[in-house]
């Protein structure tokens, strides 16, 4: 293992569910101590992805490298030693945590994993309920007892039990109380900026990934439209998807917000298990041409930003889905168009 070496080193990741094509070749790249937020609508195969970092499912092919191994086909077995390389956290924290389990018990489990001894283990359990902003004592309730905030910080201060390089964290906060999601999310960045694991961030929180992110991999219908660093996705987005999503994600400032075209996404996400030929985003995109449907767009790298659109120029230069719409908007029956709020494309 090298200091340059990437945490993770996902190489053409396949997932199918029989002919559900959840995941249909995702190669990403997290460097050491980086967030990278993995952001799409609701089915396009993000928690899917996640899923298989950790080896909860068995890649149909593919190869996942954390630090330099390959855990994309090893047994169960022969995973163990890696399972501490990495931690998962998922979006609902009572579903995941065991309800006959004392907190103690399952923020102990990783050292007791590891042979531990029970008087280090209450130490380490202690230290670690401390880190995530809860009391010692609460080791010795039941995650029932505890608050949805509360319970995510039980599920955090196990995740980074291990000291992972890297975690995964899905939807993190997206169960809770919106009264407690910014505190949940303070406590991660915070945590993150301490102990400097680095972090795929699952999320359709456009806010929290401007806040956390290093950088954006932007996901469509099970593959990866654009990757780049947080700021020049957000100052200049250059898949027509990216676009659609940033231009219906609300903004903090009401003027800007009434200066905005809005960009809906008119129809349904495509179903997985019959995606579109070409590009897959052709039956949505407001810019679509004939190319697209005959034509799969490579994902091409303009210095560190990768994209895949037939419309980039070769130096690079975004098409502009808003200004297309701009120039339609005096159509009244445009179904592109419209100044109804939206979240950015969430379908359930
Ligand atoms: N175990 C499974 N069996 C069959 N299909 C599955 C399974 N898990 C996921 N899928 C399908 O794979 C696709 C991607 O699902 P996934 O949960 O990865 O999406 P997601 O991006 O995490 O969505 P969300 O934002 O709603 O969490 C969806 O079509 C989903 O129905
Ligand atoms: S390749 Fe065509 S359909 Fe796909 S995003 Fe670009 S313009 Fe739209
Ligand atoms: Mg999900």
Redesign the pocket.
């Given at each position: 293992m090298t200091a340059a070496e990437p945490v993770l080193e996902i190489v053409d990741l396949v997932m199918h569910?029989?002919p559900?094509r959840?995941v249909d070749g995702v190669s990403l790249t997290v460097a050491r101590g980086e967030v990278t937020a993995l952001v799409?609508?609701?089915?396009?195969?993000?928690?899917?992805?996640g899923r298989c970092i950790v080896r909860l499912l068995d890649p149909t092919s593919g190869t996942i490298r954390l630090s330099g191994t390959d855990i994309s086909r090893l047994s169960r077995r022969a995973m163990r030693p890696h399972r501490r390389a990495v931690s998962i956290v998922f979006q609902d924290p009572g579903g995941s945590l065991d309800p006959r389990m004392l907190v103690g018990e399952v923020v102990g489990e990783p050292p007791r994993l590891q042979g531990v001894s029970p008087r280090d283990r209450r130490i380490r359990v202690a230290e670690g309920l401390t880190r995530v902003g809860l009391r010692p004592e609460v080791a010795s309730r039941y995650p029932h007892e505890l608050s949805g905030g509360q319970r995510q910080r039980v599920s955090i201060a196990r995740a980074l039990m291990s000291e992972p390089g890297l975690l995964v964290a899905d939807?993190p906060t997206s169960a809770l109380d919106v009264s407690v999601q910014a505190s949940v999310l303070n406590l991660l960045a915070d945590l993150q900026r301490d102990l400097g694991f680095a972090c795929l961030f699952?999320t359709?929180d456009l806010s929290a990934v401007e806040y956390l992110a290093d950088t954006i991999a932007v996901?469509y219908l099970g593959q990866i439209v654009e990757h780049g660093t947080r700021e020049r996705v957000f100052a200049r987005p250059a898949h027509p998807y990216t676009q659609s999503l940033l231009a219906a994600a609300p903004v903090a400032d009401p003027g800007r917000q009434r200066a905005r075209t809005r960009v809906l996404l008119g129809n349904d996400l495509p179903a997985?298990i019959d995606p579109p030929s070409g590009c897959r985003f052709q039956t949505r995109c407001p810019l679509a041409v004939d190319r697209c449907a005959s034509e799969v767009p490579a994902l091409r790298d303009f210095g560190g930003h990768t994209v895949a659109c037939h419309l980039v120029a070769d130096d690079g230069t975004p098409p502009d889905v808003r200004a297309a719409v701009r120039e339609d908007q005096d159509r009244p029956s445009d179904a592109l168009t419209s100044d109804a709020p939206s979240s950015p494309g969430r379908t359930?």
């Open positions: 569910f029989g559900v959840a799409g609508e609701s089915g396009s195969g993000k928690s899917t992805v939807e699952i359709h996901m997985a359930s």
